[in-house]
């Protein structure tokens, strides 16, 4: 049994360039999730998928930032334009929910530093 | 929008010694309450969780104890061990899909 598996899992950029990550989530796991965390702080919701649907997106989530599940299994998180602020570590997690249930195994994290 | 207050914020304990985290929240759609051991550079690893059909949980050393009426639950680490020190952060479902909603997080240590 693999776990929740992300890439890269450090990412250095320069302010305004673009960013993709990768999150393969435990197989046969119908949702997946993307927080953010940042340094002392807990994980923030960014957005979440059910299987290739994408079903609520947090505020913090600006029109800087997509996210893909095309076909209900691996997921990319794309930063456009890089900002200092976004620097933070990108962490992803899987589910396989039912009503009331929702197990959230996470994923090491991508560590983005942006310059 | 959902908060979950969690305290304290650092906690040193003597090996052996029991840790007590606390977390409060405001309001939830569904009953299910987890708390989550992170060590640095890694991401959060599910500890343990409880839905509150029962006031207590408990797997080995780790129990939750939960009060609905006064929306908190807290962990009890007992006997406490130098691999123990890392940060736990609670949480509480955000909304009505099940997104959670993280505490700041509590740094144990365990001092030998």
């Known amino acids: 049994d693999t776990g929740v598996s992300q890439d890269p899992r450090h990412k250095i950029t320069k302010r305004g360039q673009n960013v993709t990550f990768r999150c393969d989530p435990i197989?046969?796991?119908?949702?997946l999730y993307w927080y953010r965390q940042t340094l002392g702080q807990g994980p923030e919701f960014l957005t979440y998928?059910?299987?290739?649907?994408?079903?609520?997106k947090s505020r913090l989530l600006s029109d800087r930032f997509s996210a893909e599940r095309p076909k209900g299994s691996f997921s990319t998180l794309e930063i456009q334009r890089t900002e200092q602020g976004d620097s933070a570590m990108y962490l992803c997690?899987?589910?396989?929910?039912?009503?009331?249930?929702?197990?959230?195994?996470f994923g090491p994290g991508t560590r983005l530093t942006v310059l | 929008q959902q908060q979950v207050k969690q305290s304290p914020q650092s906690l040193i304990v003597q090996k052996g010694g029991i840790s007590i985290i606390n977390c409060a929240y405001e309001?939830?759609?569904?009953?299910?309450f987890p708390w989550y051991q992170q060590f640095p550079g890694k991401g959060p690893a599910l500890l343990i969780a409880?839905?509150?059909?029962?006031s207590e949980k408990k797997e080995g050393r780790f129990t939750i104890s939960f009060n609905k009426s006064a929306k908190q639950f807290s962990l009890h680490i007992m006997d406490s061990q130098p691999g123990d020190s890392a940060t736990y952060f609670c949480?509480?479902?955000?909304?009505?899909?099940?997104?959670?909603?993280f505490g700041k997080g509590t740094k144990l240590s365990v001092k030998p």
């Open positions: 409880i839905r509150p059909d029962v």
């Open positions: 949480a509480a479902p955000g909304g009505s899909q099940g997104n959670l909603i």
């Open positions: 309001n939830t759609a569904f009953d299910y």
């Open positions: 997690a899987s589910s396989s929910w039912t009503s009331g249930n929702d197990e959230q195994f």
């Open positions: 998928f059910q299987n290739e649907a994408q079903l609520e």
């Open positions: 197989s046969e796991h119908n949702r």
